[in-house]
């Protein structure tokens, strides 16, 4: 019972957590706009999009894939939900055809990846650029500002009566369906089976093929409907939309200690991830720090992230294999035969 919870509490997402509480009560403490609720409102939507991508990386990158792509995903359905909204369409079917761009990039990254066996990181780096550029060639650089109120009150509005944003809304709906479904679902245990040994989950009758490409395939719709938010917030469509987006939502993934070798993470870690980030570019941006600045931080604490959770897992597996030896130690010496006193004539 106390090695149990010994272990939960050196475990990378308990550590995360207590960062992150730290870090919320320091920043609270130190700066006194911080806890505002215009603030912490303005905070929470500034990550609305990137929490969309995080759900959309982290499965993907369990199962030893990447993508890359996510916000050029987010800003092609941008464009063509805008070009329905800028003809007088409606929002609903505006969002109905975000979800089918979004679907036909995630099913483009999944044909390549899952079903021709491409590498993901070169086939979505590819991809990144082609959505992006389609985006450029539909809608040229000339922004459509013919967004209906309702949704760029959606983009800009608190839930009425309090400071919480409407665009995280989505987030906060699909957040708790994927923990549960890689947590406590068969589709989860056969995500980590793929990511621990593709071979042997091939061999165990995983439909690994079918799996990957439905990850890229869903996540590239809910990469669409950061898109949607994105054109709310600006209250514009534009091919830039969600640009450079990625570089927060991957490391908010591997932050959260899902390992680039696949096989390993657990969302809480995730979600603890996402709003450590949240809170470090709310206090960058109250002390007055530039977008490049931010970034560089961001940058440093992907490669910070991915140093720390390495050194944890090895520190983890030292301490696993030295308490195996002793045990081995300890059960030879009480199962030895007892040596024998000499016999005297």
């Not at 130190?30 to 990137?50: D, L, R, V, Y």
């Not at 390992?259 to 002390?287: D, F, K, N, P």
């Not at 970034?295 to 308490?323: H, M, P, Q």
Request: proline share 4%.
């Amino acid at each position: 019972m106390i090695a149990a919870i010994r272990t939960r509490l050196t475990s990378w997402e308990w550590i995360l957590a207590t960062l992150t509480i730290l870090t919320i009560a320091g920043s609270a403490v130190f700066n006194e706009n911080f806890w505002t609720a215009f603030n912490i409102q303005t905070s929470i939507s500034t990550m609305a999009e990137k929490s969309l991508m995080v759900l959309a990386l982290a499965l993907v990158i369990i199962v030893r894939e990447i993508d890359i792509s996510v916000a050029s995903i987010a800003g092609l359905s941008a464009v063509t939900s805008g070009l329905v909204l800028d003809s007088g369409g409606s929002i609903p079917v505006a969002v109905l055809v975000a979800l089918l761009t979004g679907a036909a990039c995630g099913a483009i990254n999944g044909f390549f990846v899952a079903v021709l066996g491409l590498p993901a990181l070169l086939v979505t780096l590819g991809t990144l650029a082609l959505f992006r550029g389609l985006g450029y060639v539909l809608l040229g650089g000339t922004p459509l500002s013919n967004i209906p109120a309702s949704l760029i009150a959606f983009g800009n509005n608190p839930i009425p009566g309090t400071f919480i944003p409407l665009d995280i809304i989505p987030f906060l709906v699909l957040a708790p369906f994927f923990a549960v479904a890689l947590h406590r679902m068969v589709v989860g245990r056969r995500i980590y089976a793929i990511g621990a040994g593709p071979d042997t989950a091939k061999y165990s009758g995983v439909k690994s093929m079918k799996i990957k490409f439905l990850l890229f395939l869903i996540g590239g719709m809910i990469c669409s409907i950061a898109g949607v938010i994105n054109i709310g917030k600006n209250s514009s469509a534009t091919p830039a939309a969600a640009f450079g987006f990625e570089l927060d939502a991957i490391t908010i993934v591997f932050l959260g200690g899902v390992s680039s070798l696949g096989g390993r993470g657990r969302m809480s870690g995730v979600y603890w991830a996402l709003l450590l980030i949240m809170t470090l570019r709310s206090v960058l941006q109250l002390e007055s720090a530039g977008g490049y600045t931010q970034n560089t931080a961001v940058g440093l604490l992907l490669i910070l992230s991915l140093l720390l959770t390495n050194i944890v897992r090895r520190t983890s597996s030292a301490i696993v294999l030295r308490k195996a030896k002793a045990a081995r130690m300890q059960a030879m010496y009480e199962t030895a035969p007892e040596p024998q006193a000499a016999s005297t004539t």
